[in-house]
Nanobody, 120 residues
Framework: QVQLVESGGGLVQAGGSLRLSCAGS????????MAWFRQAPGKERVFVAR???????LYADSVKGRFSISRDYSKNTVYLQMNSLRPEDTALYYC??????????????WGQGIQVTVSS
């Protein structure tokens, strides 16, 4: 089993920055691919970014150049640095583990989600 706990969300003005954290515990965290997804009200959950156990990264086109995913193996934590935030980035952000690609159905473990709200 893997437990994931997100933190760092909140309210920010457009153009601002936030850093989300996802602390993992349970199975050997360092061997798992990790990802961030987001879900806006009334919309499907969509892929944001992924980091493999080797550190390779993948981003959705909508966040390339603005968001950065990283991981700290010593702390079993994955981060999502979000810069130049836009109102359309407003969503519930989820941390996911043990999956592949950008389809949320491929991931086996999920955090509870954390709200990010960007005001215009």
């Amino acid at each position: 089993q893997v437990q994931l706990v997100e933190s760092g969300g909140g309210l920010v003005q457009a153009g601002g920055s936030l850093r989300l954290s996802c602390a993992g515990s349970g199975r050997t965290f360092s061997t798992l691919a990790m990802a961030w997804f987001r879900q806006a009200p009334g919309k499907e959950r969509v892929f944001v970014a992924r980091i493999g156990w080797t550190g390779s990264t993948l981003y959705a086109d909508s966040v390339k150049g603005r968001f950065s995913i990283s991981r700290d193996y010593s702390k079993n934590t994955v981060y999502l640095q979000m810069n130049s935030l836009r109102p359309e980035d407003t969503a519930l952000y989820y941390c996911a583990a043990d999956g592949s690609g950008s389809n949320h159905r491929n991931y086996g473990y999920w955090g509870q989600g954390i709200q990010v709200t960007v005001s215009s």
